[in-house]
């Protein structure tokens, strides 16, 4: 069994491709000299490694794959030895060498070990990013880049981590049969709740068809009723009349429907601030479905951030003036949505949203606008940011803060540094 190696197989992909190692009279481990003359395209999903990769061994010229190892025995213990697309590799490229590998046809594989070869800067420098217990692997030799250089990789960055958002919203479109208006309301009610009840009020909505709006558009009692009543909060004697308005209207509207109403310890009232219950924020949903008919149509018709904060502003029912929760009285206050909580309605519902709809359209336009949407936006404020604020880049819009928290969790806590641009500069200013 090999001992533990200090490398990882994503330096030999960096190396190969970048060619950040000794080409100089290229042996097999069998001593048959090795001319690369295409050292082919990284493949990322299964298979070997590269494919396209061209070789030329004596005086034969081989094509296909190229499989790459830490040890030359990984290619046993990870079983490509019964893998028919493992076939047709021409080239194995191993750190260290510790056994010959045999194809199926009793053929040897090709091996190239690159131990000895790679340039030792380049060696140096990624063994201090992966083997470091600082905050980012870079801490300690972080680039001073520009502020325009920071500027394009957030960017992209932010594309990625849209994507990612964007993967949520497929399973919730794909939920609602492609209905856009209905995925629209499931994701608002989603985020319109305070994390802690993110997850109740996704079941709620989905409990109830947003078509069923539409034929009472215009009528808040019903829209409220019938939140408030799949919610399970209608279930009490109230002796005040709004809440026995609601469960009057609530009972018609669950035997027409033939509605089934959630159970009410799911909810979560909780060590949350009173603006944050949930009570509240069903009551913000209602009244955003009872005066927004179309939502969905109505906010990717809009351009701006400031327009789309107009269709999603609320105007509760005075009796949430002088209440957070139904049957007790509180002080006087108006209940609305934050302008943080607004951010992030945006940032995790309305950018998303309008960039999928752009990707399953082909519209660019749709897509440009998400991300000039979160332009607009505040950078947040969190630990991250304020770290990274510390290490040099700082955040001046939700484009880049959500880009930074991308860089972050996505690559420095996973220490893919040589997939980062980065790590990927710290290791090119190594070689050269």
Known sequence: ???PSPIREDLLHYVWKTKSFDLTDLRTIDGEK??????GFINTNSGPDF???????GKIIWSGNIEMHVFSSQWLQHGHQHDAAYRNV?????YEHDGQIIKQNGQVIPTLELKDRIIPAVKKNYLKLIHNQNWIPCANIFPDWSEDRWHLYLSSLMVERLERKVHDIQHIYKYSNGDWERTCFILLAKYIGSPVNSFPMEILSKSLDSKIFLKNKDNELFAAALLFGQAGMLQADFGEDYPALL????????????????????WKFGRLRPHNFPTVRIAMLANIISQTNHLFARIK???????????????????WDTHFRFGKESNAVKKKISSTQMDLIMINMIAPLLFYYGELQGDESFKEKALHILEEVKPEKNSIINKWKEMGPE???????????????????????????????????SSS
Not at 90 to 94: E, G, P, T
Not at 405 to 427: D, F, S, T, W
Request: hydrophobic share 35%; net charge positive; proline share 1%.
């Open 247 to 266: 469960r009057k209207e609530y009972e018609y509207q669950r035997k027409k429907w033939n509605l089934t109403t959630m159970d009410v310890s799911i």
């Open 301 to 319: 018709e809009k351009n701006s951030k400031k327009e789309i904060e107009s269709v999603l502003q609320t105007n509760l029912p005075l009796y």
């Open 90 to 94: 021409i080239l194995h490229v191993v």
């Open 34 to 39: 090795i001319e690369v003359q295409n050292f």
């Open 51 to 57: 494919s396209n990769g061209k070789i030329k061994m």
């Open 1 to 3: 069994m090999n001992s």
């Open 395 to 429: 955040a001046k819009n939700a484009v880049q803060s959500q880009a930074l928290i991308q860089l972050k969790q996505e690559y420095c806590n996973h220490k893919r540094c040589l997939e980062c641009q980065v790590g990927h500069y710290i290791l090119k200013s």
